[in-house]
């Protein structure tokens, strides 16, 4: 089964492997619950383009991979809510768009 993202398919059962900006693996999420939560989340949030827009690197980037290890997208995450253009912690560089989302990733 897939999830779809604006652009993407994400198989249900994926991981997401989270790095620091060294980049430094952080932590790995494998809860398919939570995961199907975030892409759903995803999917339906408003966005606004970053484009035109100075602002911190997110604290994470999120690498979302298949069972079979391929990688199928990669997000910013911020620790705190941030307003660019929306509130929300997640940031696509890709596609300079940041999503109405502020789900806490489960993380410590």
Do not use: C, H
């Not at 249900?12 to 989340?41: G, R």
């Not at 910013?76 to 660019?84: A, E, P, S």
Request: avoid cysteine; glycine fraction near 2%.
């Amino acid at each position: 089964q897939l999830i779809s993202t604006k652009r993407r398919k994400v198989p249900v059962q994926s991981v997401i492997f989270i790095y620091s900006a060294a980049p430094t693996l952080v932590d790995t999420i494998e809860d398919e619950e939570f995961i199907d939560k975030l892409v759903k989340e995803l999917n339906k949030a408003t966005t606004e383009s970053t484009a035109n827009m100075d602002f911190e690197s997110p604290d994470y980037e999120l690498v979302f991979k298949s069972a079979k290890d391929k990688k199928i997208l990669n997000i910013g995450y911020f620790k705190k809510v941030m307003y660019l253009g929306v509130k929300g912690r997640y940031w696509n560089e890709d596609e300079d768009l940041m999503y109405q989302v502020d789900l806490e990733l489960p993380i410590d």
